[in-house]
């Protein structure tokens, strides 16, 4: 799913990325280590050109479905391994990033970033804005959301 949206910015949203949650009392672990992740990452205004349409590259991936087939394929996982993404994650970012591919392809000129939060993207509001609710804690679905636009030439 695409659908054009106007970003909402809120550079607070970085700071999720050093909140606690479980497994991880000091918050992600990616945090000033990888790339394109907060303190480094550039904050979206500076980086992207707001004047220009942008949008959100959507991988809505069914729940439920998804739990049962993982069941299906490893009927000796306890309900924490198929539940845990860190089981099955390959397989939804492979068709989230064909997605994005595909997007790159028709939109010449646009560049993406898959986590539009470390540069200060609220993606909540900012899909919610554009008439798609995020569902969180996920039960029914989940999404990836990748961000696309024009890089800002300054």
Not at 12 to 32: D, E, F, L, S, V
Not at 77 to 91: G, K
Request: charged residues 20%; contains cysteine.
């Amino acid at each position: 799913m695409i659908i054009q949206v106007n970003p909402i910015i809120d550079e607070g949203i970085r700071a999720n990325c050093q909140k606690p949650y479980p497994g991880h009392p000091n918050g992600c672990p990616n945090y000033g280590i990888k790339k394109g992740c907060p303190p480094d990452a550039p904050f979206f205004p500076d980086f992207f050109d707001l004047s220009q349409p942008v949008y959100a590259i959507i991988n809505l991936v069914e729940f439920k479905p998804q739990i049962e087939e993982m069941r299906q394929k490893h009927p000796h996982r306890v309900d924490f391994e198929l539940i845990s993404a860190l089981y099955w994650q390959d397989s939804v970012k492979k068709a989230w990033h064909e997605k994005i591919r595909s997007f790159l392809n028709e939109h010449k000129g646009y560049h993406v970033t898959t986590c539009p939060e470390a540069m200060g993207v609220n993606l909540s509001r900012t899909l919610e804005n554009a008439g798609f609710k995020l569902e969180w804690p996920p039960v029914n679905y989940f999404c990836q959301v990748a961000i696309a636009a024009f890089e800002n030439i300054k």
